[in-house]
């Protein structure tokens, strides 16, 4: 390989990851998606009326371990009448986790790699009609 060879797949390296940092999936500058409220970090269950994908969203700090369950009708207490599969990412589009269908006896937990807002994604299952769930954040 000569030295042009090797300085072009260098840069088409460099190019690829910046690329990745600032764009979404499909390529287009990521826009954060309107939320319908904030999440509480109290490590309570909040319950949440769920019709079609809905966003929430919480502040973070570097650092610091987060803890995200859901009580739903898949798996949980049989308080909650919604099916539902949880997704998180932050706020430049950076996934944490996703399409999550069972959060309540194995919730999700990670360490926030940066401080700002994390955005939560509740959507039904199977795209079943209307139904509750609840939500909790703690940080432990």
Not at 38 to 63: C, M, P, V
Request: proline fraction near 5%; aromatic fraction near 16%.
């Amino acid at each position: 390989m000569n030295r042009f060879n090797r300085f072009f797949l260098f840069a088409l390296a460099g190019l690829f990851a910046l690329s990745l940092a600032n764009c979404s999936s499909d390529g287009s500058a990521y826009t954060p998606p309107t939320t319908q409220g904030t999440l509480a970090i109290d490590n309570t269950f909040h319950r949440y009326t769920i019709k079609e994908a809905q966003w929430y969203e919480f502040s973070a700090t570097s650092g610091k371990p987060y803890r995200i369950a859901w009580d739903d009708s898949h798996e949980g207490s049989g308080t909650y009448t919604a099916d539902v599969k949880v997704s998180a990412n932050y706020a430049d589009g950076t996934s944490i986790f996703e399409d999550k269908d069972s959060g309540y006896n194995s919730p999700q937990f990670f360490t926030s790699a940066s401080s700002g807002t994390i955005y939560v994604k509740i959507e039904p299952y199977y795209n079943k009609p209307r139904g509750t769930v609840g939500v909790k954040v703690s940080s432990p």
